[in-house]
Nanobody
Framework: QVQLVESGGGLVQAGGSLTLSCAAS????????MGWFRQAPGKERAVVAT????????YYADSVKGRFTISRGDAKNTVYLQMNSLKPEDTAVYYC????????????????WGQGTQVTVSK
């Protein structure tokens, strides 16, 4: 079993920045790819950014390329999402995710989910 605990969500004005953190625990936590998905009201959960188990490969949704950066801590059991130039359309619940080895892009590739953290971007 892998447990994922997110932190860092909140309210920010458009153009501002936030950093999300996710700490993974469990014997096999460092062997999984990790990443972030988000779900806005009335919409399906969708990938934001993912990173492979070693941190050498990343994937970004087109909507966040150039604005968001995903990284993995040296111990490989923590993943961060630096979000810059935030837009109101980035408002959603952000979920930390773990699953696979490469860079998952679909929710059905994910094995473990965090509880979610709300990000709200005001105009």
């Amino acid at each position: 079993q892998v447990q994922l605990v997110e932190s860092g969500g909140g309210l920010v004005q458009a153009g501002g920045s936030l950093t999300l953190s996710c700490a993974a625990s469990g014997r096999t936590a460092t062997t999984y790819a990790m990443g972030w998905f988000r779900q806005a009201p009335g919409k399906e959960r969708a990938v934001v950014a993912t990173i492979n188990w070693s941190g050498s490969s990343t994937y970004y949704a087109d909507s966040v390329k150039g604005r968001f950066t995903i990284s993995r801590g040296d111990a490989k059991n923590t993943v961060y999402l630096q979000m810059n130039s935030l837009k109101p359309e980035d408002t959603a619940v952000y979920y930390c995710a773990a699953g696979g080895i490469l860079t998952p892009t679909r929710a059905n590739e994910i094995v473990y989910w965090g509880q979610g953290t709300q990000v709200t971007v005001s105009k």
